[in-house]
């Protein structure tokens, strides 16, 4: 366990800094490109080396998987055309890996109560982060860590109206059955809180910094409907491998549930305010239900 401790310290620092808008403007100041990109690719390894060495655990044939993987990733804008068909490649090559899990496969835990892959997915998501803010220079709208108090409100107004709706929809379809988590209240409660600033933070972020922020971003020019209806099928389908593929359950659960974060987006054209709503859908989840 202590072995991830620096590792994850030293992505987490990477993570911030592929949020803050003073890290990527500073970022940005280098040229060429392609030292962007190195500086990326140099910071997606330097964890994985961080850990694997310090837990015994390197493995010459993972990490060349992952210096290919992140390789691909980092110099994706560095090497093509900022055009539609590439922004497509660059999606469907930022989801594979998550879809195909491959992270178990690289991060090799010393532990089993230790699920080292978390490292190689948050890696991955701050990485795709500063790929689509930097290199490509994308503007999702509002972005951020923390919401503006409009965005909270909001968020939170969208959550009350719909999780009822939500929440009929997966009790019908038996993909969760109500259970109030065990525990004293207060223990139950930081839970709740802790998930919920954990959600926000990093699943919601990048979730909807990527299924709304670019992909319904994109199409919102066009057709305001066409926009919210794709970027929730999208996110429905992520879902899909959800526990066992395919989780079709989870998967219309999910679309109905991007349905309510495209719609949010598109009136405020802020991530931050779908991903007050996004988190406290999970917070709910992981309380009272299983």
Request: aromatic share 16%.
């Given at each position: 366990?202590?072995?991830?401790?620096?590792?994850?310290?030293?992505?987490?620092?990477?993570?911030?800094?592929?949020?803050?808008?003073?890290?990527?403007?500073?970022?940005?100041?280098?040229?060429?490109?392609?030292?962007?990109?190195?500086?990326?690719?140099?910071?997606?390894?330097?964890?994985?080396?961080?850990?694997?060495?310090?837990?015994?655990?390197?493995?010459?044939?993972?990490?060349?998987?992952?210096?290919?993987?992140?390789?691909?990733?980092?110099?994706?804008?560095?090497?093509?055309?900022?055009?539609?068909?590439?922004?497509?490649?660059?999606?469907?090559?930022?989801?594979?890996?998550?879809?195909?899990?491959?992270?178990?496969?690289?991060?090799?835990?010393?532990?089993?109560?230790?699920?080292?892959?978390?490292?190689g997915h948050l890696m991955w998501i701050?990485?795709?982060?500063?790929?689509?803010?930097?290199?490509?220079?994308?503007?999702?709208?509002?972005?951020?860590?923390?919401?503006?108090?409009?965005?909270?409100?909001?968020?939170?107004?969208?959550?009350?109206?719909?999780?009822?709706?939500?929440?009929?929809?997966?009790?019908?379809?038996?993909?969760?059955?109500?259970?109030?988590?065990?525990?004293?209240?207060?223990?139950?409660?930081?839970?709740?809180?802790?998930?919920?600033?954990g959600i926000l933070w990093v699943v919601?972020?990048?979730?909807?910094?990527?299924?709304?922020?670019?992909?319904?971003?994109?199409?919102?020019?066009?057709?305001?409907?066409?926009?919210?209806?794709?970027?929730?099928?999208?996110?429905?389908?992520?879902?899909?491998?959800?526990?066992?593929?395919?989780?079709?359950?989870?998967?219309?659960?999910?679309?109905?549930?991007?349905?309510?974060?495209?719609?949010?987006?598109?009136?405020?054209?802020?991530?931050?305010?779908?991903?007050?709503?996004?988190?406290?859908?999970?917070?709910?989840?992981?309380?009272?239900?299983?």
């Amino acid at each position: 366990m202590w072995a991830a401790l620096p590792a994850f310290l030293l992505d987490a620092v990477f993570y911030l800094g592929s949020i803050f808008k003073e890290t990527r403007t500073w970022l940005l100041q280098f040229r060429p490109a392609r030292m962007q990109a190195a500086f990326l690719w140099f910071s997606a390894l330097a964890p994985y080396l961080i850990f694997s060495l310090s837990a015994g655990t390197f493995a010459r044939n993972s990490f060349y998987l992952l210096a290919a993987l992140t390789a691909v990733l980092a110099f994706w804008y560095a090497l093509l055309p900022r055009r539609v068909a590439y922004d497509i490649g660059f999606l469907i090559v930022a989801a594979a890996p998550l879809v195909s899990r491959v992270f178990g496969r690289i991060y090799r835990s010393p532990d089993e109560h230790l699920d080292a892959d978390i490292l190689g997915h948050l890696m991955w998501i701050r990485l795709g982060i500063a790929v689509l803010l930097i290199m490509r220079e994308w503007n999702p709208g509002a972005f951020g860590l923390w919401p503006r108090m409009r965005e909270w409100r909001i968020g939170t107004l969208y959550y009350l109206i719909f999780i009822i709706p939500v929440v009929l929809l997966a009790l019908g379809l038996h993909d969760v059955r109500f259970e109030l988590r065990a525990g004293p209240w207060w223990q139950v409660a930081a839970i709740g809180i802790g998930t919920f600033f954990g959600i926000l933070w990093v699943v919601a972020l990048s979730e909807e910094l990527f299924f709304r922020g670019v992909i319904e971003r994109a199409m919102l020019g066009s057709s305001r409907v066409a926009a919210v209806l794709v970027s929730a099928m999208l996110y429905g389908s992520a879902h899909l491998w959800v526990h066992q593929f395919p989780n079709w359950r989870r998967a219309a659960v999910g679309t109905l549930l991007g349905v309510v974060f495209g719609i949010l987006y598109a009136q405020t054209g802020s991530v931050r305010a779908p991903m007050v709503t996004h988190a406290l859908v999970v917070a709910t989840w992981r309380v009272f239900f299983k």
